[in-house]
């Protein structure tokens, strides 16, 4: 059982950046896959990032790709979203989600695949 808090959203001009943080509660952080995923009004949750255990696999989506960056802290027991160059488009409820990966550089992309989800954190971009 893990617990997922996120922070850091707010809102932000076009053009500008903010970095999200999701804080997990957990003793066996490194056992966990993780990943953001976000859910804009009418539409369905979509994965953004994702990371392996050890962080070395990351993926992207092709909408975030170059301007977003995912990494982890496995001493701080927390993930991060740093994001650049904010669109209109990346307006948002953005959420961290974990699951027990066996394999070191294993992620998924379905909402399925995660057991774990923090509350949500709002991103807002304005034109």
């Known amino acids: 059982q893990v617990q997922l808090v996120e922070s850091g959203g707010g809102l932000v001009q076009a053009g500008g950046s903010l970095r999200l943080s999701c804080a997990a509660s957990t003793r066996t952080f490194t056992s966990y896959a993780l990943a953001w995923f976000r859910q804009a009004p009418g539409k369905e949750r979509d994965v953004v990032a994702r990371i392996s255990r050890n962080g070395g696999t990351r993926y992207y989506s092709d909408s975030v790709k170059g301007r977003f960056t995912i990494s982890r802290d496995n001493s701080k027991d927390t993930m991060y979203l740093q994001m650049n160059s904010l669109k209109p488009e990346d307006t948002a409820v953005y959420y961290c989600?974990?699951?027990?990966?066996?394999?070191?550089?294993?992620?998924?992309?379905?909402?399925?695949?995660?057991?774990?989800w923090g509350q949500g954190t709002q991103v807002t971009v304005s034109s």
């Open positions: 989600a974990a699951n027990i990966a066996t394999g070191y550089g294993t992620t998924w992309s379905a909402p399925s695949r995660y057991a774990y």
